[in-house]
């Protein structure tokens, strides 16, 4: 507390340092926007390195759990408790790549829509505290009107948001999440396409030229092959990003509305 006598002191030498646009101890009463970013982890569910990395970060991040799998009621009780949003990863047919990736459950477009809203059901029912869900490859599946309605009719049944994970720029996510009103939010940037710690804090420079234009910015690592070294690289980075951004789960991000705008697509087809 500052005593009575130097009130009026400090007043006026706060208004000299603020009106040359100094930082002071006041900064923070200064009227600025906040700039939002959301870090999404992909692939936890199969005991995956990286795991307790991720989740020790030194903010809040979204989980994106896998259903299924040996470790996904693990991994997602386990992020739950420690305050992080869990999300499901919706293995979602890719164009290209193999389908051994693709993990149990996964729909495909040849499957009826009978078919493709049971196993969406059964997918959620299967990772506890999921609030929302993105999609695990899925270039295929994304680009698929039929099969995105009865995705996103089941989100939206199920009160949850869906996170575009935008493996394809010809996605129809963002059409079919408007008409049938489910909270939207897309990718704007993948940090660990190529595993090498030059690759992800480059793309970590990505992601701060992004929110030069952006209030909000959604980067998805994840666990598995990149996964020590996306949370090591997180890691040193987000105590500086913090001084200029706010880091919050995906929950904090969602709006009602599913207006967006379309962001360039950030990743390769898969
Ligand atoms: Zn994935």
């Known amino acids: 507390m500052m005593k009575r006598f130097g009130c009026v002191a400090a007043a006026i030498l706060m208004i000299l340092i603020s009106s040359v646009g100094g930082r002071t101890g006041y900064a923070q009463e200064e ?139 010809k996605t129809v996510v963002p059409k079919i999440a408007a008409e049938l009103g489910v909270p939207l939010l897309s990718n704007h940037v993948f940090l660990d396409d190529v595993y090498t710690m030059q690759h992800i804090s480059a793309q970590i420079g990505v992601l701060k030229k992004l929110l030069e234009s952006n209030v909000e910015c959604v980067a998805i690592g994840h666990v598995g092959a990149p996964g020590k070294k996306t949370a090591a690289v997180l890691k040193d980075a987000i105590p500086r990003l913090k001084e200029r951004v706010s880091f919050v789960k995906l929950s904090e991000m969602v709006v009602a509305s599913a207006e967006k705008d379309i962001v360039p697509n950030p990743g390769r087809d898969r």
């Open 31 to 169: 009227p600025r926007e906040i700039k939002q970013v959301a870090i999404v982890i992909d692939d936890f569910g199969n005991n995956m390195t990286g795991t307790a990395e991720m989740f020790d970060l030194p903010v809040h991040i979204t989980a994106a759990v896998m259903p299924f799998m040996p470790t996904t009621k693990q991994d997602a009780e386990q992020a739950h408790k420690k305050g992080h949003d869990v999300i499901v990863h919706m293995p979602m047919e890719p164009n290209q790549g193999k389908k051994e990736w693709l993990g149990p459950g996964a729909i495909t477009t040849s499957m009826d829509d009978a078919e493709i809203r049971k196993r969406v059901e059964e997918a959620i029912r299967d990772v506890p505290h999921a609030i929302g869900m993105n999609n695990h490859m899925g270039s295929k599946i994304t680009a698929d009107e039929r099969a995105m309605r009865i995705v996103l009719s089941v989100v939206k049944e199920n009160n949850m948001f869906f996170l575009d994970s935008r493996t394809t720029y």
